[in-house]
């Protein structure tokens, strides 16, 4: 670091019983009194560099041997005096860019200027700081730190001002041009080899050279700092979120473990001086929030994610919660379940993770201008080829573009829609989490978005486990948004032997694995023995695939179950899928004499002799279960 040394006298200035006094063998004549201290001095030297102190003098009469001055708002305190103070002596001093700025201030304070005598204090503060402090770019980082401690002086007197510009001035221009005076320079110039040309491996590492520098300031210094930088457009937006992701690694480090450490705080001052560090934090962390820039991709979503969880915690105002939210959704596929996990904090909810926050990150990833993944309708038959024109082929050309970011949309709400049914697997844990909350979240992602629905089901079957007390409708209403034909053969032997489940979703997913085991020509799923005493008790063997029917067949006429639909099993599938959403086998929708609605009979009545046997014994079954209880 740069630094220069004014006066060629030795230091005289010594203390005796609280008070400053210099080696003279001239008596003083002057005390001046600042901050607590007092000081003995003469008036020859001081008054003859200080306008301030000569127009004192000639106010206060001399009313003993010693002219008193007080001098309480002096900038700096007694550090900052005594340096003007020797300078005024000619005793050697010391300055850096870790005292200029007191300096500075104490000089402009005292009024050593020009006109009083040439080459006076603040000159020569000027020369060091224009041609020196503000030339490297380790002293402007530092001077710019200083500043904090005077930032009224500082500011009337354009040093924070020409310390950012300096600094911005810096970042923009190549690192092998700045003056770095620090270790990092010495990193930055062994990653350039003789010839200028910087080294492949720490390329990045070279470009964001000051990020590591300019994090050891305020907030309101680095903001205003970052915006001067932002302003410049040389710096691309990827590095500017790089650089904010260190800011918030040195200063938001722990919030949760300090907000819990102070909540156990009991006394008043205690109190207050929580509120004073969170209401920092809150600032520092909307701060942040603004700087980032407004290209996807610039910060990680995990960070973002990170700000949200800090944001929650120290109660941040919703404009910057909304903002951390917007951004999160529009990179949403790249979170991880654990970032989501967000804690609550709000004394309305007694739930363990803020699922609204959560909804309405995917609110807003659903409403992006993203459009469904289904194919354009193809060119009708037998139009003949002909020539097209240049406009066309552009149509065509944007139809094929908008065709692949279709494509992009739809990967990425695949991979939106993995997350959150692990997501659900996470909150579902929570005993104190509503029903409605669940379901909203599960039903906000498109049905095609789910290639299978294993991971709901997990989901829904750790809800049911952590909460055994939902009645039959309310299981019947979670239950409704699994489609039990995406389930894979696993998740459907867990299913049939889960007693948590209502009676038609186990119903369902028994027949869905019938029929899917009839279409590919392989065995039954292995069933719960209980279910398998049933069937073997009905004369069904349980091992072996119910036979498939063609036109050729004679069928009994009570036996006869639409023959038309059996001669596709997509077709079949729907058919049983439709009747048994218009029945919910439940033995709410039968009639008081155990007969259910006509419409419903009829459905039920088309079924094969076997299965309607083995439902009907499961209803009673059913029935009578619940009649006991």
Request: hydrophobic share 35%; charged share 25%.
């Amino acid at each position: 670091m740069k630094f220069m040394k004014l006066g060629s006298r030795p230091d005289t200035f010594y203390s005796a019983e609280s008070v400053r006094t210099v080696s003279s063998e001239v008596s003083s004549d002057l005390i001046i009194e600042v901050k607590g201290c007092k000081y003995l001095l003469h008036k020859f030297p001081l008054l003859s560099k200080c306008l301030r102190l000569q127009r004192i003098c000639c106010e206060s009469p001399e009313t003993s041997q010693h002219q008193i001055i007080q001098l309480p708002d002096f900038p700096g305190g007694i550090e900052a005096f005594e340096l003007c103070a020797k300078f005024c002596y000619g005793i050697t001093i010391t300055l850096s860019a870790y005292n200029i700025v007191a300096a500075q201030c104490a000089a402009e304070y005292l009024q050593m200027t020009e006109d009083v005598e040439k080459g006076n204090l603040i000159y020569k503060l000027e020369v060091f700081f224009n041609s020196c402090i503000l030339q490297g770019w380790r002293d402007s980082i530092v001077t710019l730190q200083s500043t904090k401690a005077f930032p009224l002086w500082s500011e009337d007197l354009g040093i924070t001002s020409r310390c950012i510009e300096s600094i911005a001035s810096k970042v923009l221009t190549h690192p092998s041009k700045v003056s770095l005076s620090h270790s990092h320079s010495r990193r930055v110039r062994d990653d350039i080899s003789c010839n200028g040309a910087e080294s492949q491996r720490h390329k990045s590492t070279t470009k964001g050279w000051w990020a590591e520098d300019m994090a050891e300031l305020g907030i309101d210094l680095y903001w205003r700092a970052m915006i001067a930088i932002k302003s410049g457009g040389k710096i691309p937006t990827n590095l500017i979120g790089q650089a904010l992701q260190i800011y918030a690694s040195r200063w938001l480090p722990n919030i949760s473990r300090q907000v819990k450490a102070n909540q156990g705080a009991t006394s008043d001052s205690d109190s207050d001086s929580t509120g004073e560090v969170s209401s920092k934090h809150r600032l520092l962390l909307e701060s942040i929030v603004s700087l980032i820039p407004s290209d996807k991709g610039d910060v990680s979503c995990s960070f973002l994610l990170k700000l949200l969880k800090a944001a929650n915690i120290l109660n941040a105002s919703s404009s910057s919660k909304m903002e951390l939210a917007r951004r999160v959704a529009l990179q949403l596929e790249e979170a991880r379940v654990s970032d989501l996990l967000i804690p609550s904090l709000s004394y309305s909810s007694d739930t363990l993770y803020d699922v609204d926050i959560v909804l309405t990150i995917l609110e807003e990833f659903m409403l992006q201008g993203q459009s469904p993944p289904t194919s354009p309708p193809r060119s009708r038959l037998g139009f003949e080829r002909r020539r097209r024109s240049r406009s066309a082929e552009n149509i065509d050309f944007e139809f094929q573009e908008s065709r692949r970011s279709s494509s992009a949309s739809h990967s990425s709400k695949l991979k939106v829609a993995k997350i959150m049914d692990g997501y659900l697997q996470e909150i579902a844990r929570d005993i104190n989490l509503p029903l409605s909350k669940f379901i909203a979240i599960a039903e906000k992602i498109p049905d095609f978005s789910r290639l299978d629905h294993d991971d709901l089901y997990r989901a829904i079957d750790i809800y049911l486990k952590a909460h055994p007390d939902l009645n039959k409708s309310e299981r019947k209403k979670l239950c409704r948004i699994l489609d039990c034909k995406k389930l894979s053969v696993e998740a459907c032997m867990h299913a049939a032997q889960n007693e948590k489940l209502p009676l038609r979703v186990v119903v369902q997913v028994l027949f869905f694995e019938q029929a899917r085991a009839a279409t590919v020509g392989g065995k039954v799923a292995k069933l719960p023995s209980n279910i398998k005493a049933l069937l073997t008790a009905h004369n069904i063997d349980p091992s072996r695939p119910p036979r498939t029917l063609s036109t050729t067949t004679s069928i009994r006429g009570d036996d006869q179950w639409s023959v038309s639909g059996l001669k596709s099993p997509k077709s079949r599938t729907s058919t049983l899928r439709m009747k048994l959403a218009e029945d919910d086998l439940d033995e709410y929708d039968m009639n008081p004499d155990g007969l259910g609605r006509s419409s419903k009979f009829k459905a039920f009545c088309a079924l094969p002799t076997g299965p309607k046997k083995m439902f009907s014994k499961l209803l009673s079954i059913n029935r009578s279960g619940s009649e006991k209880n």
